[in-house]
């Protein structure tokens, strides 16, 4: 699965399955980059065929309603743009 | 990988006056976030280029305009979700609350039923006991309207919501 890294301060795993035309996952992304932390990324809608389903299929194991943002946070799991959630599960 | 979609900054200007124009017009008000607002512009533009419809820029679509119907933006579930959370789900329309400053806005919990859920559901009977009406009553999904006629409207006069969005009601 094509996964996008973002460069930062390393705080444990942070995954974030995203959309890339959804206004909560720019929020979330936005929150991220401005927290200054390592992450990754993908963009389940800019995926095709397989690797899509597959993707979906990793999420609903997070999240079983599949939708997004759904960020997990060293195994932790938040859907949707929660910022005050994020900032604690993150440490910030 | 799809394609990448490219939308310009003008598509996005003229597509969001128009939406605030027709919001305002009927009594729904965009969200006053304009950089979120515009974000979803941005994302209803791509999915209409990619789909050739408004699939909701929150929600993964299926890419067949028959299985995404309910997410045509306005969504199905734009009014149910504007009573209960001041917002819809993605947060293009906002109630006027909100737009007073009286309830913040976040994140709200999808409403939309699961793809399971959605194949189970049988499409809901016409009411029945009035069949001595002369026209068949439409109902639109989106907003409620209704209307006497012999066939739904082009566009919901009040939501602006496609004929496919009509239901027989009675």
Known sequence: MEMKHVKGKNKGNIMM???????????????LNEMGVEYDYTDVDLLEGEEKAKAMEELEHWNPRRSFPTLVINN??????????????IGA | MSDRVEVTGKEVDKL???????????????????????DLVEGLLVNEKRYGYWACPCRLAEGIKEKDLDIICPCDY???DLNDYGTCYCA????????????NL?????RRPSSEERKRAKPKSIAKGVSSLPLPVWRCK???????????????PICKAKKERFERFI
């Not at chain 2, 293009?92 to 309830?103: D, I, M, N, P, R």
Request: net charge negative; aromatic share 8%.
């Open chain 2, 142 to 156: 989106v907003c409620g309207y209704l209307c006497a006629r012999e066939d739904p409207p082009e566009v919901c």
């Open chain 1, 76 to 89: 932790e799991c938040i859907v949707g743009y929660q910022e005050e959630k994020i900032k604690e599960a």
């Open chain 2, 92 to 103: 293009l329309y906002v109630s006027q609350a909100v737009l007073k400053g009286e309830k």
């Open chain 2, 106 to 110: 976040g994140s709200i919990p999808e």
């Open chain 2, 78 to 80: 734009r009014d149910p």
């Open chain 1, 17 to 31: 399955y995203a959309l890339s035309t959804c206004g909560w996952c720019k929020k979330t992304k936005r929150l």
């Open chain 2, 16 to 38: 969001y006056e128009r939406l605030n124009r027709e919001a305002e017009a009927s009594g729904y008000h965009l969200n006053t976030d304009v950089e979120h607002t515009k």
